[in-house]
């Protein structure tokens, strides 16, 4: 299996911010990777697809960057309704993994 | 547009076998590849499987062996069957469209529509 490594864990900031996730594979996955939002007790929500490609209807503050094994996703402005988990997925092997989350709090 | 719609009993005995539906409304089943994914409470995400309306299925290899997906294109539905569980199997089960490119006859997807989920607690 491929490993998805997210950090940091936990990320302390306050509204307006810019802050970047990072998220590191075990092995190269080219730009086959995704990044998703989940509020607590929801399902998860798409933001970007290959990478960088912004899923439609999500804020354009909301932006994902890298390829091979780095990659990162930035919110250029935090919003309080952004106070919430991200997880990343790896889908270059038929084996889907993803990383095991990063928390965004307020500060 | 579509949604999902997870059911299934929230209960289920040791060492017996959790059944889980997932319902397509608003689009037919036939258009996509569609998979199974689960959350143990506080903790990450887990795929568990894939399927295509043709029944070609893939799984993940912790949990081939114990796993089964199937497709009813009649009703627009597709199941999960997880056999001989235990505690670590509690989680909360969602199922999602599956987005993504197919090579090498497999399906290399994300998840661009998910269900609410339904949790499953595995407890006598």
């Known amino acids: 299996d491929i490993q998805m490594t997210q950090s940091p864990s936990t990320l302390s900031a306050s509204v307006g911010d810019r802050v970047t996730i990072s998220c590191r594979a075990s092995q190269n996955i080219s730009n086959s990777l995704a990044w998703y939002q989940q509020n607590p007790g929801k399902a998860p929500k798409l933001l970007i697809y290959?990478?960088?490609t912004l899923e439609g209807g999500v804020p354009s503050r909301f932006s994902g960057g890298g390829s091979g094994t780095v990659f990162t996703l930035t919110i250029s402005s935090l919003q309080p309704d952004d106070f919430v988990t991200y997880y990343c997925q790896q889908y270059h092997s038929y084996s889907r993994t993803f990383g095991q989350g990063t928390k965004v709090e307020i500060k | 547009q579509v949604q999902l719609q997870e059911s299934g009993p929230g209960l289920v005995t040791p060492s017996e076998t959790l059944s889980l539906t997932c319902t397509v409304s608003g689009g037919s089943i036939s258009d996509n590849y569609w998979s199974w994914i689960r959350q143990p409470p506080g903790k990450g995400l887990e795929w568990i499987g894939y399927?295509?309306?043709?029944?070609?299925?893939n799984y993940n290899p912790s949990l081939r062996g114990r796993v089964t997906i199937s497709v009813d294109v009649s009703k627009n539905r597709f199941s999960l069957k997880l056999r001989s569980v235990t505690a670590a199997d509690t989680a909360m089960y969602y199922c999602a469209r599956d987005q993504g490119t197919l090579r090498f006859l497999e399906w290399f997807g994300y998840f661009d529509l998910w269900g609410r989920g339904t949790l499953v607690t595995v407890s006598s």
């Open positions: 399927i295509y309306y043709s029944g070609n299925t």
């Open positions: 290959k990478a960088s």
